[in-house]
Nanobody, 119 residues
Framework: QVQLVESGGGLVQAGGSLRLSCAAS????????MGWFRQAPGKEREFVAA??????STNYADSVKGRFTISRDNAKVYLQMNSLKPADTAVYYC??????????????WGQGTQVTVSS
């Protein structure tokens, strides 16, 4: 079992940066790929980024490539978000499971953290 708790969300102006963190507990964290998803009001949850268990492989949605960076250490996974746009406004979720861009590949989910980008 893996338990996930996100933090680091907030309000930022367009062009600014935020760093999201996801604290993980549980014996299987180190064996899980980790992903970040987001859901804006009235929209479906969408893939943002994912990283494999060792950190050697990453995937990004086209909409965030070159602006967002996913990383991990022994107990946390991070999402560094630069050059933020109003379109990035959403609740961001951390997830653990298989390395994939679809939500059904992930078994564990955090409660989400709100990111709001003002224009």
């Amino acid at each position: 079992q893996v338990q996930l708790v996100e933090s680091g969300g907030g309000l930022v102006q367009a062009g600014g940066s935020l760093r999201l963190s996801c604290a993980a507990s549980g014996r299987t964290f180190s064996r899980n790929a980790m992903g970040w998803f987001r859901q804006a009001p009235g929209k479906e949850r969408e893939f943002v980024a994912a990283i494999n268990w060792s950190g050697s492989s990453t995937n990004y949605a086209d909409s965030v490539k070159g602006r967002f960076t996913i990383s991990r250490d022994n107990a946390k996974v991070y999402l560094q978000m630069n050059s933020l746009k109003p379109a990035d406004t959403a609740v961001y979720y951390c997830a653990g499971g298989r390395l994939a861009s679809i939500s059904t590949a992930y078994d564990y989910w955090g409660q989400g953290t709100q990111v709001t980008v003002s224009s």
